[in-house]
């Protein structure tokens, strides 16, 4: 698909990606609805799994990163009794083993195992780079790929359904966690195995509520108006609402953008730098009574 006419636009929209397509793939379909001359994604969700992926534009690509760290929640359905290559559907199954009679009691006393600090190992078929090649570039190679342990957050890990062997499962966790690679740890626990089956991303801090847009959506409003698709882009701001804001005026904006310090009195810690007409001038921080930009950020209206 091309598209002339590429628009320095800044923003975020909150898309809810459809199953099959990877999160690349998406991101660069909505670019081109937006006509966008920039646009990012903020940490990539399998093509098996929908759900919200925030997708950056303009300046605000600048603060995907911070995203990417952020703590999330999933829904997911795991399959107990059969494990994959992938630790999802997608997979070629390895083994089939019976699911011994479980009660509710002995999955949730699993579940609670695999919560709060826990070591993890991912999957071979992830994006992690080993050498700066992709692991699951080296698998399917036929490469023996080991993928190496690390510590990771899980907040909640908890049954909310139950359907014989399919279990609904809600997730929340922080940065790095595979939900694939906690299924395939519970279903070992439970001495049957497992794999997902269904996997959906509910929100990522800060956007806790999401108001998510699919595809379709925003093909049927692109082919209606076009500028219509505007309307939807969360401005840059939002996806620093976890951070302190403190207010600059309209000389210690300017300062603040020329890459100068600000005397400023106030505790320790990055903040994000407002001026007096609300936008994000940098992600700052404030270090032995100064205010120093560490990534400078230069929002510009939408031009169409």
Not at 124 to 130: E, F, M, N, P, T
Not at 177 to 186: E, G, I, K, M
Request: glycine share 10%.
């Amino acid at each position: 698909m091309r598209r002339k006419n590429h628009r320095a636009i800044s923003g975020i929209l909150l898309l809810d990606k459809p199953q099959g397509l990877s999160s690349n793939a998406a991101l660069q379909k909505v670019r081109w609805l937006l006509r966008a001359e920039k646009g990012g994604h903020t940490g990539s969700l399998d093509p098996l799994a929908t759900g919200l992926l925030p997708l950056c534009f303009g300046e605000a690509t600048k603060i995907a990163g911070l995203l990417l760290g952020s703590r999330k929640a999933y829904e997911t359905e795991a399959l107990l009794g059969v494990t994959t290559t992938t630790d999802d559907a997608e997979g070629e199954v390895v083994q089939r083993r019976d699911v011994p009679a479980l009660d509710d009691a002995t999955i949730r006393a699993a579940l609670a195992a695999l919560t709060g600090r826990i070591v993890q190992i991912p999957p071979i078929y992830s994006a992690l780079k080993q050498d700066g090649v992709p692991l699951y570039a080296r698998a399917r190679a036929g490469e023996d790929v080991e993928a190496k342990p690390r510590e990771v957050e899980v907040q909640r890990f908890e049954l909310i359904g139950r359907d014989g062997d399919r279990l609904r499962l809600l997730v929340e966790c922080g940065s790095g966690t595979y939900v694939r690679s906690l299924v395939r740890d519970l279903g070992e626990r439970l001495g049957c195995g497992a794999h997902v089956t269904m996997l959906r991303r509910l929100w990522v801090e800060p956007f806790v509520e999401p108001r998510m847009y699919t595809l379709d959506e925003l093909i049927r409003l692109a082919e209606a108006d076009p500028a219509a698709l505007d309307a939807l882009l969360l401005p840059l701001e939002q996806g620093l609402a976890g951070y302190p804001q403190v207010r600059l005026d309209a000389a210690q904006a300017t300062r603040l953008r020329q890459g100068q310090a600000i005397a400023w009195e106030g505790p320790d810690g990055e903040c994000v730098a407002i001026d007096a007409e609300g936008r994000a001038v940098a992600l700052a921080d404030i270090r032995d009574g100064r205010l120093r930009a560490l990534r400078g950020l230069n929002v510009v209206p939408t031009s169409g």
